[in-house]
């Protein structure tokens, strides 16, 4: 990778008179500043943006901060951002805290020691202090907050989809996956689908979970079928969790959908490739990451935010497991 010295050695010039060119600042003769930009391009140099913002006084730098990396949902946002800050000629630094408290105020701390100018945040502890004692605009991606604008996706009307498709569908007893208690997000779509529930003719279950990952799916899974065992609709908090029930109805024999239907939530792309393909509530996780990153940066810009919550609506997507309405009659 080619270094400031690089480009001055290749134009015959001063490493200081390279960083004027860079930064626009000081006088640079007109045939020099062609020579270090033809230096520049030939080498295919790319600046420091940490050292270049500490010179500047201004950043390009934002900061993200997922979960749990591993859930095939979180790169989706993270896609979203990316492109928008691109677009935008912002940079990202992303932080993976793996929903543990201690690692997401270590990776907030490493953002601010890399003079960051903005944070999105989709971590798991929307309401910890220290994201109120920070100086620099924060938004929060697939969360709420009442401190900060958030960007996330209509979980209650997504909970509620979810009942009525499972109960029109022939279902009789249901077992509903509540997600993570810390979580609004979560909460909200359990509501939604525990208000549709209370008002249909069937039977239900729920089942705590602590975290969307797969792993605790697994758990979930095997309790669920030794607890619950004449269950014939599983309503799961996220897609990891329905996969995991899926493969563990699955291996005990159970036909999908005929004796058991499942609906996840996410529409994250393993959904589709799934056996049989999953049946779901659809998050534009896209869509959200690209709606973070305009939000941050109107606050970065110090931009009148009319609308800092922003929802986007959820849809949902027929697949295998879920029987045809029809089948029902």
Known sequence: MATIKDVAREAGVSVATVSRVLNNNGYVHEDTRVLVNEAIRELNYKPNEVARSLYKKKSRLIGLLLPDIRNPFFPELARGVEDEMQAKDFRLIIGNADEKPSKELDYIDTFIQNNVIGIISA?????????????L???FLDRTSNDHPSVFANGMEGGKIAAREMVKRGCKRITLLKGPGELQTAQDRFKGAIEELCVSDVNFNVMATSSFSFAEGEKSAKILFKDFPDTDGVIASNDAAAAAILH???????????DLQIIGFDDIPLSSLLFPPLSTIRQPAYEMGK?????LIRLINNEHVAEKNIQLPVSFIERQTTRKVDDNG
Do not use: C, F, M, W
Request: net charge positive.
């Open 291 to 295: 709606e973070a990153a305009k939000l």
């Open 137 to 139: 605009p924060v938004v």
């Open 123 to 135: 971590t798991n502890h929307t309401k910890r202090d220290h994201y109120n004692n920070l100086s």
């Open 248 to 258: 563990e109805a699955l291996r005990i024999g159970k036909a999908i959908p005929e």
